[in-house]
Structure formats: structure tokens, C-alpha cells
């Protein structure tokens, strides 16, 4: 039953193997208390009747007389008293002359050895069906001008003695069972104290980031330091693997960009020189399908990135005015070939966060909105800075949102009125992810005249 108890396939916790260990190490701790309280008591009480048993026999052995007729003895009644005294008790006793019995129980175990003195010679025997305590005392005296050995024995049987043993035992193990139960909630403070450092470290990695593959320096038990070392050692390996992979990320976005660039300008050389009309529509396909790729590709680049820097997070103060400036300046051409009107009201603002991932940031935005608004429409960009938190707002006048936007920001999620207008389904998730990384938040709603309302919150420096 015990080993079942410890089987570790049907213990679901560590608290509960721990107070059920203490448990049944209580209950070993009792019996053996039990036993050896019962064994010291056993030989305290026959110590003390040995003691007793000495006194009685001495004194009855010293009340004996020589007289002319012999001897004369005068038994002490007193002593009878005092040896029953301890319960109730049989007493047997037996005096000899040279060996032959006077008067008593003749039939009396004798001692193992003569006893030639005053000294008592204790033993043990079994006596008419009860296990007898004796001790016999011997000594020279002058019989019909001749000196005999005299020897006096007494026995007393052991009930009183074994009941004080058990009882004392007794006594003991109802106090160490009384102390076990209330040791118990001390046990289950105990296991709660022994586990509160892995429950610390449970909430240190708890609290991380989904990104955040730093070592675990948090301070533990030396017999938690195993299982740190292990844990590192895993985010190590984990991390280097998150590494290789962004790696191969970049190494095959830059690969696949720069062919799809070339392949794109020969397509559109071969387009402005061929006059054939189904020609023309391949090679417009050709050139779309390009172009969507190559996006596609710096899109993938771009979310990379964020991920990379993010791990390498550290915030350095940014002008989010300039960088909102600069974004409107690149996205210039774009809107003027669709004919689209573009507005800002930018107040300066200074954060402290990562100037790359900003700008990929505000990139995706703005190419969002120049992408879905309505041709000949309109984008409104505004970058406000109060109470601590700085918040960017990208608005566009297109299709809107047929979708839950709480959908669209997971990644290679696109809504379901894009049409035919490209892209990969990442602006969002890396927009997200930014804010994320800024401690900030994304938020994606109708606009109020219709159309889409992007806002980047960050806080401000």
C-alpha cells in the first residue's frame, strides 16, 4: 500500500507526494517510538522491581536466627506489602539449608549459580504457568554448632511490571500521534514553503514574452540549479534554432528579390516593345504577378526583421514626427499616379523605441492605405502626443472592413472584399507585433466616413 501511495504515476502533484512522504514518515517515526518507549519503560520497570525484589529478599534473609532448636525465621509482612504494591501480583518464596528446602515452594526454580553472599542473584524463570522475576540471597550460619549455607529465594510473577512497560509505551504513542496530527498543517506549510520557488520561477517565464529567449537569471535553490541549467540550455538551443531560421529567412528574401526585380524589368522592356495584344496581356499578367511576389517577399522580409529586433530589443529616443514625414515623402509617387489625396496634421513627438521597426511600421500603414483607398480618394495621416502616449492615425476612404479586425491582424490573414488588389496578409501582423515590441497596442476600426481607421498607440518618452 505504501509503494502505492509513492508510485509516482498516481501522484499529480508535488505538494501532495510531500505532505503523504511526511505522513508516513510520522507513522514510522510513532512505531518506533512506540517500541522504544515499550522497551526502555520494560527494562525501567524491572530495574525498579529487581530493586525491589533485592530489598525484600535481603531483608528476609537478614531476619533469620540461630537458635538452639535451628533456625528462626520471621517473615516480614511489611515487604509482601511492598512487593504487591505494583499490581497484582503472585509471590513465591523458598528457604533452603544446605541445600535441602525448610519451608516455602520446594519445587522453586533455583538460581543459575549458588549465592554464597549477601549479594542477590537475579533470573528469570517459568513457575506454575507464569513467567517469574526471583532473586536469591545466601549466607553462612552457625546450625547445631555447624556452619550451613542458608539460602532464601523469592519470586514474583511480572503482570504489574509488563502493564506499567505497556502503558507508559502506550501513553507515549497517543502523545506522538496527538503531536503528528498537529504537525500536519506545519507539513503543509512546509511543502507550500519547499515549492514556492518553483512556483517564483513558474511566474518569471510566465511573465515573459513569447519572443523573450533571454537566460533565466533568477535566483533558486541549490537544488533547483540543475533544472535551471537545463531550461537555459533549452532556450539556448532554441534560440540559435529562431536564429538559423531568420537567417534563412533574410538569406532567401534577398534571394528571391533581386530576381524577381530582374525578371520584372525584362518583362515590362518586352512589354513596351511588343505591339501583339495577347502578348501584351501575358506579359501585363507577368508583370503583376511579379510584382506581387516581390512584395510578397519584402513583406516576409520585413516581418523578419521585426522579429530579429525584437529579440535585440533596446529603445533609443526616436522623433516619430520625422519618421512620419519621411513615410509620407516615400509613399509621394504612389499616390499621385492614383490620383490620391494626401493630408497630414503631425505634432512633434518624441518615444523611446526601435527607429526600424518603426518606420517598417508606419511603412506598412501607409501602403495599406494608399493600397485599399478608393481611386481618386483620399488618406489622412495624424500623429498626436498627450498624457504620456503618443498615437498614430492612418485613415482611408476605400472598401472597409467586411471582416472582425481582431481576424485580420493574424498573420496571412487578408479580408474578404480585397478583390483583386495584391498582398500577402502580413502588414497587419507586423504593425501588431511592433506595438507589441513598444509595449504599445494596434487597433483596426471602421472610419467615420467610411473607409478603414488604422491607430498605433505608443508610449511617449
Not at 540549479?225 to 533549452?234: E, Q, S
Not at 499578367?285 to 521585426?306: F, P, T
Request: aromatic residues 4%; contains cysteine.
Amino acid at each position: 500500500m505504501m509503494r502505492g501511495l509513492l508510485d509516482p504515476t498516481r501522484i499529480v502533484s508535488l505538494r501532495r507526494r510531500l505532505v503523504w512522504q511526511f505522513l508516513l514518515l510520522s507513522a514510522v517515526l510513532v512505531l518506533g517510538l512506540f517500541l522504544v518507549v515499550g522497551w526502555v519503560a520494560d527494562r525501567a520497570s524491572r530495574a525498579s522491581q529487581d530493586a525491589v525484589l533485592g530489598a525484600a529478599v535481603t531483608a528476609i534473609t537478614e531476619g533469620i536466627r540461630s537458635v538452639d532448636e535451628g533456625l528462626e525465621l520471621d517473615l516480614p509482612y511489611a515487604t509482601f506489602s511492598m512487593l504487591g504494591a505494583m499490581g497484582d501480583e503472585r509471590i513465591f518464596y523458598l528457604l533452603t539449608v544446605a541445600g535441602q528446602g525448610v519451608t516455602g515452594y520446594e519445587d522453586l526454580p533455583p538460581p543459575p549459580s549458588p549465592a554464597t553472599d549477601m549479594t542477590p542473584v537475579f533470573y528469570g524463570a517459568d513457575y506454575r504457568g507464569a513467567r517469574l522475576r526471583l532473586a536469591s540471597v545466601g549466607r553462612m550460619m552457625l546450625i547445631q554448632n555447624r556452619l550451613q549455607p542458608v539460602t532464601v529465594t523469592l519470586g514474583q510473577t511480572r503482570l504489574g511490571q509488563a502493564a506499567i512497560a505497556r502503558d507508559t509505551a502506550r501513553s507515549a504513542a497517543w502523545a506522538a500521534l496527538g503531536f503528528m496530527l498537529l504537525a500536519l498543517p506545519v507539513a503543509l506549510l512546509a511543502a507550500q514553503a519547499v515549492l514556492q520557488p518553483i512556483r517564483t520561477l513558474a511566474d518569471v517565464m510566465g511573465r515573459r514574452g513569447p519572443r523573450d529567449l533571454r537566460p533565466v537569471r533568477h535566483a533558486t535553490p541549490r537544488e533547483l540549479t540543475p533544472l535551471l541549467r537545463a531550461l537555459n540550455g533549452l532556450i539556448a538551443r532554441l534560440r540559435a534554432a529562431l536564429e538559423l531560421a531568420e537567417t534563412f529567412i533574410f538569406e532567401a528574401a534577398h534571394r528571391i528579390r533581386t530576381p524577381l526585380s530582374l525578371v520584372r524589368a525584362e518583362a515590362e522592356l518586352a512589354l513596351a516593345e511588343t505591339s501583339d495584344e495577347a502578348t501584351r496581356i501575358r506579359l501585363r499578367r507577368m508583370v503583376r504577378a511579379i510584382g506581387e511576389s516581390s512584395r510578397s517577399a519584402n513583406q516576409i522580409l520585413d516581418h523578419a526583421m521585426v522579429m530579429y529586433r525584437t529579440d535585440q530589443y533596446a529603445a533609443a529616443r526616436v522623433d516619430l514626427a520625422a519618421l512620419a514625414h519621411d513615410g509620407l515623402r516615400a509613399i509621394g509617387p504612389i499616390a499621385e499616379m492614383r490620383d490620391i489625396r494626401v493630408t497630414h496634421d503631425i505634432a512633434p513627438c518624441l518615444i523611446d523605441g526601435d527607429e526600424r521597426m518603426l518606420e517598417i511600421a508606419l511603412r506598412n500603414l501607409l501602403d495599406n492605405a494608399i493600397k485599399y483607398a478608393a481611386p481618386e480618394g483620399h488618406v489622412d495621416l495624424t500623429l498626436t502626443c498627450a498624457d504620456g502616449q503618443a498615437c498614430l492615425i492612418v485613415s482611408d476612404d476605400g472598401r472597409g472592413l467586411s471582416d472582425d479586425p481582431a481576424q485580420l491582424i493574424g498573420r496571412f490573414r487578408r479580408g474578404g472584399n480585397v478583390g483583386d488588389t495584391g498582398g500577402s496578409g502580413l502588414g497587419l501582423t507586423i504593425v501588431t507585433e511592433v506595438a507589441h515590441a513598444h509595449r504599445g497596442r494596434f487597433q483596426l476600426k471602421p472610419g467615420h466616413r467610411g473607409g478603414t481607421c488604422a491607430l498605433l498607440h505608443l508610449p511617449s518618452a
